[in-house]
């Protein structure tokens, strides 16, 4: 048996079973172990008074980058930057080299995430290479471990194969998570449209491209009865049709990016290319709208789209730039900002960034219950900081934020009871 692992004194908040008061986390053996009245003589305690004791956060919306890109990132350093952000489990999408499509990636996936800094749940894609022309074998995929399915990066064109994958993937009981774009609409353009691309003279992407495809699903989510789940949504419109589809009873889960609730295309200015990505930042009607829907439930999870990329891609001229922002480190100071400002509660805050993405995703994590597994993030919500270069850890650096002053962080994270990332 391993010693026991005590954090003392700390604000224990755990939305899954109501919890939110001061409290001490047992630990042994990786798992979280009843409070006694008398402390072993040999426990390791920790003092964590004044921080935060959270369900350890997921973030389903990752790029890993391996197999195929490892200039950028990999399974090992990705980890390493989620476990730096508070992170200890990781959904990796399937546009990697080759595309995560069947068994052999998948495995591969999961064995060199075996020794990493956190757990890694494979999506496999929807379609084959992701080409959007013929359906996947999910059957193979999830006997090889993926949790959903996603042609993320890429929409899914055709709307018979988006129907078929959504009756194929429940027969598998795997979640579609959809990358909402009408690339008719979106090809031709590099950033929002708006005075700002006017302005700089660059192509823009109407909000109509995300919210006639964030339509679409609802529609055949309506259909088949099947759910689905919408990433990065980055528009008030697309708010407002989930909002309207959830109260008719449609299955949807939608999730929204932390860049897409603090920056605005105003970002892009000076063409900076670290202000690049797909969906791009929006206006400030649609920053708020996503802000009200964090708020009120209908944008149910925080994930990054943590996506590197190196200087070959990004110091380019800005329509050839690769779209896509490095997150992991980010996410959770960018989150308690919004607590601050008293727009979510804490408990809302570990809703969005563990509960939900653990039930939507149906993997383990989310609660700290007495015979869990101790994945658990210990925060500090005053400690100021700031984000600089030096102190990232993923391999890429690919961040509008470099250079901003931010408060909060995650001070201890524990991955069955042992630390992947400890500033304590
Ligand atoms: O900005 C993005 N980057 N959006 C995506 O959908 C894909 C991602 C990537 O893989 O770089
Ligand atoms: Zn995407």
Redesign the pocket.
């Known amino acids: 048996m391993n010693t026991l692992l005590i954090l003392q004194n700390g604000r224990l908040i755990d939305p899954a079973n109501s919890l939110d008061r001061q409290a001490d986390v047992w630990i042994q053996d990786g798992r979280i172990v009843q409070s006694g009245s008398a402390i072993p003589a040999d426990a390791t305690i920790l003092d964590v008074k004044g921080k935060w004791v959270v369900p350890g956060l997921i973030d389903m919306h990752v ?1 890993l980058r391996e197999p195929g890109e490892e200039y950028k990132e990999t399974i090992e350093s990705g980890t390493q930057a989620a476990a730096a952000g508070g992170f200890t489990a990781v959904a990796c ?1 399937p ?1 990697t080299f080759p595309v995560n499509d069947n068994a052999t990636v998948t495995g591969y996936i999961l064995e060199k995430a075996a020794q990493s800094s956190a757990r890694v749940y494979p999506v496999g894609a929807i379609s084959q290479g992701s080409k959007g022309v013929e359906l996947a074998e999910y059957g193979e995929m999830k006997r090889a471990g993926v949790v959903a399915l996603s042609d ?2 890429r929409p899914v064109a055709d709307s018979q194969l988006m129907r078929r994958a959504m009756e194929y993937a429940s027969s598998h009981h795997l979640l579609i998570i959809s ?1 909402s774009e009408e690339s008719s609409l979106s090809r031709n353009g590099c950033m929002n449209e708006s005075i700002v691309s006017t302005r700089l003279g660059l192509n823009g992407i109407p909000n109509a491209a995300e919210s006639i495809a964030v339509f679409r699903e609802l529609a055949l989510a309506e259909l088949t009865g099947v759910s689905v789940h919408i990433a990065h949504v980055s528009t008030g419109d697309s708010v407002e049709l989930i909002r309207s589809a959830k109260r008719r009873g449609v299955h949807v889960t939608a999730e929204t990016s932390p860049h897409y609730f603090t920056l605005t295309d105003a970002a892009v200015d000076g063409y900076d290319t670290n202000a690049k ?2 969906p791009p930042l929006r206006c400030e009607p649609d920053r708020q709208k996503i802000r009200m829907a964090l708020q009120d439930g209908t944008l149910d999870v925080i994930a990054t ?1 943590h ?1 590197p ?1 190196s200087i070959l891609q990004k110091n380019v001229e800005f329509d050839h730039a ?3 922002i490095i997150g992991l480190e980010t996410s959770l100071p960018l989150t308690l900002a919004l607590v601050r400002e008293g727009l979510i509660s804490e408990s809302r805050m570990v809703e969005l960034m563990s509960l939900a993405p653990a039930r939507i995703l149906g993997v383990p994590g989310g609660s700290l219950t007495v015979g869990d597994v101790a994945d658990i993030t210990v925060i500090d919500p005053e400690k100021k900081f700031i984000y600089s270069r030096e102190m990232i850890v993923s391999k890429s650096e690919n961040s509008p934020f470099i250079g901003w002053q931010l408060q909060g962080k995650a001070v201890l994270t524990l991955l069955a009871g042992k630390p992947t990332y400890n500033e304590l």
């Open positions: 790029h999408m546009n993320d990066g990358h990505m797909n789209d996506a990329h690769a779209n896509g």
